[in-house]
């Protein structure tokens, strides 16, 4: 059983990776935050034997082999590469980081090291989705031409703060973008290009910090990959009725999956083609955090992949960031990789 250590007392932390550690058996060791307070407090609610004053202090323990990060996006980079050095394998959550070069630095660092690391990008290990992999591998669309994935909905009120007015950090391309990315590029490959346009269609209280402009809460962007396949992303978070969902469509049929990008273990996969339509039976589903954090214990008991390792994230984030200066710009933006 892997022995955890969690940087961060973030809102995922507790409503989505504490939970599924423990469905798993995993309870957290200890807990660093923002300062020794909150990792006091968030220690005592959520019955976390040992807060620890600094990141420092919880990587020196003897008695957590695996650390969880969810710190600020900032942090991500300098709190990877300080676990690493200090021998813990590393499972960050998404984005990696907010730049090529410190992911690539990040990924460096656990080769180095020789740890596990893993981004919690989770959709990909949505039962859905894994179906929906299979029947493409399987041929079920023929070659394919084209890839939609719809992710908007309402963000929730808990959610409503630096989200929607740091201009830095905020806004669904930002948050929203690398999930999509996780699932797409298993199918599609790399990205090359991106177009996209951004726009703030709801109505929300706050200004943005020292009157800088507020981050977008809507985009939509089209992604060019290998063999012109292009691939569609609607994200957003002021729709509160919209379709979730992924389709894949090829030369021969196409794979609809629907409500397969929510977090929670659901969703439905249907093939259409030349027979007709049909439902995929999907016999359970399986609570993609759990299957993330059991991924990622096989990486480190015997070597297989995790669900999304860090390599496929730094690549996740870089479509994610030419989305963003395609937003900005107007124009096509190239996917620019980190240098192996």
Known sequence: MIRWGLIGGSDIAATRMIPALRALGQSPVAVSSS?????ELFAGRHEIAHACRDVDELLARDDIDAVYISSLNRLHAEHTIAAAAAGKHVLCEKPVALDVAD???MVAACDRAAVVFAVNHHLPAHTSNTVIRQLVADGAVGEVRSIRAFFAYELAPRLRGWRLTDPAVGGPILDLVPHVAS???KIAGTPSSAVAIAVRQGTWDGPAPDGAALPEDTCMAV?????DVLVQIHVG????????????NGSTGSVVGTGVLWADPIGAVTVVDSDGRREIA???HVDPYQETLSAFARAVTDGTPPVVSGREAATALALTLAVRRAAASGTTEPVELASP
């Open 35 to 39: 300062s020794a307070e909150r990792a």
């Open 103 to 105: 992911a690539a630095a």
């Open 183 to 185: 699932v797409v590029n």
């Open 223 to 227: 992604v060019r990959y290998p063999d």
């Open 237 to 248: 978070w002021a729709t509160p009725h919209a379709r979730n969902g992924l389709e894949v």
């Open 282 to 284: 999907l016999e359970q």
